[in-house]
């Protein structure tokens, strides 16, 4: 009997908690102007996952989860032992390339030179042909040597071209394995801090396999779903308001970037008038970039809170969702509260 009466008391204390909170949110609703939709979520950042672009070896990780790094910033270094080795015989492979194309072009002038005194010995023998000092079969000789020596030197001139085009495919060949090199050292893309380090030196990785994930917090934003009345009538740019569970007294400027075309989590038909507004869209609101900047510091995602969206044309925010940003001295209040 006594058990029954401990269940019946923990029942009324948990649906009177619950009333009240349903009762607390209803107030909050309330007290909104009907131009202003909110909704709860989380703070989130742009993610980015430094990858490597080739299959294999770690070689080096130079940052740890938590620190903040700059575009550019150097985060890891792939094995290039075996790249090098390769870089090291294309560069012989130029080499030999270019040596050919000094060999040709001494080949074309002793070619120039044959075709040259071939036709000076052919220009003789015209013009001792005309006082029969010669006979017409070696004047046809000598022509002979002439179209020879000509064609030696059309041969000698492809030749040329042939050993430019192996120079220009060997070093083609050396900037690409010099690319890959470039490649395996992994650099920051942009400015933000480090999430997670997905490899350690010696993991060997696949073409692309993630090394790094960071997030750029000057890229930070929040979703939220409304319904479909308030989602038809909040507009991309439209002011918008973020207060943190974490920091309650603070309230955060913000603009609504996204509105979604789809339902979410709706059916795909939906026939009544009724259902239709139980269809929610998801709706994104981002913190300006110059503001995060300022405050870069005390950034951190995951926390969650509310949204507050000024919907239509409408620009009258109530005075508890006036832009109020913490000092250092008004966060060490509220940390300390």
């Not at 989602?231 to 509105?259: C, H, M, Q, T, W």
């Amino acid at each position: 009997m006594k058990s029954l009466r401990g269940v019946l008391i923990v029942l009324v204390v948990i649906v009177v908690a619950a009333g009240g909170g349903y009762t607390y949110w209803q107030s909050q609703q309330s007290e909104l102007p009907g131009y202003i939709a909110s909704g709860n979520g989380r703070i989130e950042a742009e993610e980015i996952r430094v990858a490597t672009k080739y299959a294999g070896r770690v070689d080096a990780v130079l940052v740890d989860e938590g620190d903040s790094v700059t575009a550019g910033q150097v985060l890891a270094h792939m094995d290039t032992a075996e790249l090098m080795a390769s870089k090291a015989k294309a560069a012989a492979e130029v080499a030999s390339a270019k040596q050919g194309i000094a060999e040709a072009k001494a080949e074309i002038v002793q070619r120039e030179s044959e075709l040259s005194f071939s036709n000076q010995q052919l220009t003789r023998a015209n013009e001792l042909v005309k006082n029969n000092n010669i006979s017409r079969e070696q004047v046809d000789q000598r022509r002979a040597n002439r179209d020879v020596a000509r064609a030696a030197l059309s041969a000698s001139q492809s030749r040329l071209t042939s050993a430019e085009r192996n120079v220009e495919a060997a070093e083609a060949e050396q900037r690409r394995i010099q690319v890959q090199i470039d490649d395996s050292v992994l650099r920051a893309p942009r400015d933000g801090r480090v999430q997670y380090r997905l490899a350690e030196p010696g993991e060997v990785l696949a073409g692309g396999g993630p090394v790094i994930t960071m997030i750029d917090l000057t890229d930070v934003y929040m979703n939220v779903f409304l319904p479909t009345r308030q989602a038809g009538l909040a507009f991309v740019g439209n002011e918008a308001r973020i207060v943190l569970d974490a920091a309650p007294e603070f309230v955060i400027p913000a603009r609504v970037s996204f509105v979604a075309d789809d339902a979410q989590f709706t059916p795909r038909e939906v026939e009544t008038k009724s259902e239709r507004d139980k269809l929610m869209f998801r709706v994104t609101v981002r913190i300006d970039r110059a503001l995060l900047a300022e405050h870069i510091k005390r950034v951190k995602t995951g926390l969650p809170g509310e949204t507050y969206i000024m919907l239509a044309d409408h620009n009258d925010w109530p005075q508890n969702l006036m832009p109020n940003l913490p000092d250092d001295a008004a966060l060490r209040r509220s940390l300390q509260e």
